[in-house]
């Protein structure tokens, strides 16, 4: 999830045609009136299958069209490796990790893409905001509306992306590679089975305050789960179905307000979701609990 950066060399080749190229050789021919090699090589000079020839020399050379003269641009051995480009993740920067380098989330993906966050409300609303600013739609399931209505209010009412629906009344959303979804599933401890699955460019959030007896089914199927403070009971059953190192589960009740343990496979990172100004007028400061 860490933002990574790679470098990309890239060399040019030029063409070694004569830039020049409608320069003609000295005269040549036998010998006799000059005036007659002057009149021979003025007709050679302007006959069609001359010029022909020079434009098509000229293109070759990759100059195209008459223009200004240009010196070609070029580089030694040794510059051509600070020809890199940065190549990172692409996606939602959910927050810094531990090295304060930015954590980036991708959840626009091809492929069905399961999350779960064992967490708070502020966090899942963070992630819902800055997913919506990279171009998702996002669908909240939820049976505490008001709670969210504040950010489709200053989203636009809804007009850009964002909409509200009661648990279970969530209609299909037509996903696709240029309108990707994002559907947050907030809808307490015990979430019923969805009727809007994660799909082609559909990935589903599912946020559990607490765990709960259908925690353990969920965290099977998700690709990343993320987990906030919870008490050291907790810690112990998730660290049993999450396979962690006794070291990240005595850290979890001990979190501090908008850190998360990301896990995926066996990749574990810890993340601080710091806000904006926006966000912070939006939903005030980091908490775990609502």
Known sequence: MAMTTGGATASGAYGNGNPGGFGASGPSGASGDPGARGASGAASAGSPDSLAERGRGRLRSGFGLIGPRHGRHSLSVEEVDSLALPIGDDGVVIGVDAEGQPAVLGLNRPTPYDVVLIGGLWT???LALRAAATGARVAVETGRAPAWMQMVHAMGGGQNGMSVHDVGRVPPQGSSAGNPVLVVRDCGMRPPRGRV???????VLTLL???SPVAPRLLRQARLVGVQRVSPDEAAEIGRALAL?????????TLADGVTLWCADRDRQYVMTQPTDAETGLFGTPRRMD
């Open 209 to 211: 305050p607490y765990l």
């Open 197 to 203: 699955v994660s799909g082609p460019w559909q990935s």
């Open 245 to 253: 190192p006794r070291g990240d589960v005595d850290s979890l009740p």
């Open 124 to 126: 899942a609303q963070v």
